[in-house]
């Protein structure tokens, strides 16, 4: 069985390794990659990697409707984040985290897009969507480039500690293949 999902000419997404937790870490560490996420800054390896070997294997997806792919760097296969894979019902929801390294480089919506293409010419899924904070501008932009749209502005929608105690506001993103077979 191989780890491999699928590729382009410069990334792959691919399940856990051992040896990935330590770069991954260092993202889910990150306090300022950390501020738009519903969740606290990992306080240590072993916490990333007990995710990782929790939730990025083959069939962590059926298995949880959750799933973490990595993204690594297709010669060389060092990782330079994650991509977070959730399922409701016919929808695919994608989450992108990058290390901060390699923000700027495209690799964002090279993941995005992938995923996407990916997940969208699956017959049982009816939508490729997500969400980024109407703050984030930087991920809007990495999403859009990936091929997603706006679709709506969904007022209160999560918890980012990091920001504030009060609900955040969000775009709510689908992927434009799938908007466009509908």
Same mark, same amino acid.
């Given at each position: 069985?191989?780890?491999?999902?699928?590729?382009?000419?410069?990334?792959?997404?691919?399940?856990?390794?051992?040896?990935?937790?330590?770069?991954?870490?260092?993202?889910?560490?990150?306090? @300022? +990659?950390?501020?738009?996420? %519903?969740?606290?800054?990992?306080?240590?390896? *072993?916490?990333?990697?007990? !995710?990782?070997? $929790?939730?990025?294997?083959?069939?962590?997806?059926?298995?949880?409707?959750?799933?973490?792919?990595?993204?690594?760097?297709?010669?060389?296969?060092?990782?330079?984040?994650?991509?977070?894979?959730?399922?409701?019902?016919?929808?695919?929801?994608?989450?992108?985290?990058?290390?901060?390294?390699?923000?700027?480089?495209?690799?964002?919506? @090279? +993941?995005?897009?992938?995923? %996407?293409?990916?997940?969208?010419?699956?017959? *049982?899924?009816?939508?490729? !969507?997500?969400? $980024?904070?109407?703050?984030?501008?930087?991920?809007?932009?990495?999403?859009?480039?990936?091929?997603?749209?706006?679709?709506?502005?969904?007022?209160?929608?999560?918890?980012?500690?990091?920001?504030?105690?009060?609900?955040?506001?969000?775009?709510?993103?689908?992927?434009?293949?799938?908007?466009?077979?509908?």
């Amino acid at each position: 069985m191989s780890d491999l999902i699928i590729c382009s000419q410069k990334i792959s997404l691919r399940y856990f390794k051992a040896g990935d937790e330590v770069p991954i870490y260092q993202y889910c560490s990150d306090f @300022e +990659a950390s501020l738009y996420l %519903a969740r606290a800054p990992h306080r240590c390896v *072993e916490q990333t990697e007990k !995710v990782l070997k $929790t939730l990025s294997y083959q069939g962590s997806l059926s298995d949880n409707a959750k799933s973490i792919l990595m993204i690594v760097l297709k010669d060389s296969q060092e990782p330079v984040g994650q991509l977070t894979i959730v399922q409701q019902g016919g929808n695919i929801e994608l989450h992108i985290g990058i290390l901060q390294q390699w923000w700027g480089n495209g690799v964002a919506s @090279e +993941a995005l897009n992938l995923a %996407a293409q990916y997940y969208a010419a699956m017959p *049982e899924v009816l939508t490729v !969507v997500s969400f $980024t904070d109407v703050e984030h501008e930087a991920a809007l932009k990495a999403f859009q480039r990936a091929g997603f749209n706006i679709v709506c502005v969904k007022k209160a929608y999560y918890l980012a500690p990091l920001i504030s105690a009060n609900r955040r506001d969000v775009y709510w993103l689908e992927y434009a293949e799938k908007l466009e077979t509908k």
